[in-house]
Each structure stands twice: as structure tokens, then as C-alpha cells.
């Protein structure tokens, strides 16, 4: 069994920065895939971005190319998402997850990902 724990939300103006943390404990963290999603009010949950077991390869959605970093440290069992220039328009609970699914990468349907966090709330105000 794994769990995972985030931190590190919070209110921010746009334009600031956050990061996330992923903290997990129970299986070997280096054997699965990790990804963060983000879910807004009334919204259903958006894939996010996704890091492979090695960290060697990430994917991110077009909407936070340049401005949104995953990356993950195995010695500390813990990944990262390093949100830079937010803007209003990524206010929502932040969750991350990890899985199984490490044949393919990367991994985008919520339903592939057998472990999740209880999220994170991060507030951009204008």
C-alpha cells in the first residue's frame, strides 16, 4: 500500500510561484509513476503532469508549458510540482498520484492512477 501526503498549497497573487510537495511512504517509491492533477470547483479532475519512475522523462499539459516543473527526488520519496506565473485560472485543489503504469508514458486518465493524496488547495488572486 502507498500513501501520499502533499503540501505546500496556499494563496498567492498571479504571478508569484508555489511548490508542491509529494511525500510517500509504504512501497518503493522509484517503482511507479508519479503525476499531479488539479480539480477547480465544479470542474471535473484535469491531468496536470506526469514524471516516469526515473524522472528521466515528464509531460505537461499545454496550459502550463513553461510555467508548471514536476520533478521527483527518490532518495526522498517525495515528487515535486514547482508552479511558476500562476494565474487565476489554476485556483483549484492540486492532488497528486502515483502508478502502476509504467509500460507507457505518459499516463493522462485519472482512472490509470491507483494511489492519490488528499490534495492540496492553491488560490491564485488577481
Known amino acids: 500500500q502507498v500513501q501520499l501526503v502533499e503540501s505546500g498549497g496556499g494563496l498567492v497573487q498571479a504571478g508569484g510561484s508555489l511548490r508542491l510537495s509529494c511525500v510517500a511512504s509504504?512501497?518503493?517509491?522509484?517503482?511507479?509513476?508519479m503525476a499531479w492533477f488539479r480539480q477547480a470547483p465544479g470542474k471535473e479532475r484535469e491531468f496536470v503532469a506526469a514524471?516516469?519512475?526515473?524522472?528521466?522523462?515528464?509531460y505537461s499539459v499545454d496550459s502550463v508549458k513553461g510555467r508548471f516543473t514536476i520533478s521527483r527526488d527518490n532518495t526522498k520519496n517525495t515528487a515535486y510540482l514547482q508552479m511558476n506565473s500562476l494565474k487565476p485560472e489554476d485556483t483549484a485543489v492540486y492532488y497528486c498520484?502515483?502508478?502502476?503504469?509504467?509500460?507507457?508514458?505518459?499516463?493522462?486518465?485519472?482512472?490509470?492512477?491507483?494511489?492519490w493524496g488528499q490534495g492540496t488547495q492553491v488560490t491564485v488572486f488577481s
Open positions: 498520484a502515483g502508478t502502476d503504469v509504467t509500460w507507457t508514458f505518459p499516463t493522462v486518465v485519472p482512472e490509470e492512477y491507483d494511489y
Open positions: 509504504g512501497r518503493t517509491f522509484s517503482s511507479y509513476a
Open positions: 514524471i516516469t519512475w526515473s524522472g528521466h522523462r515528464t
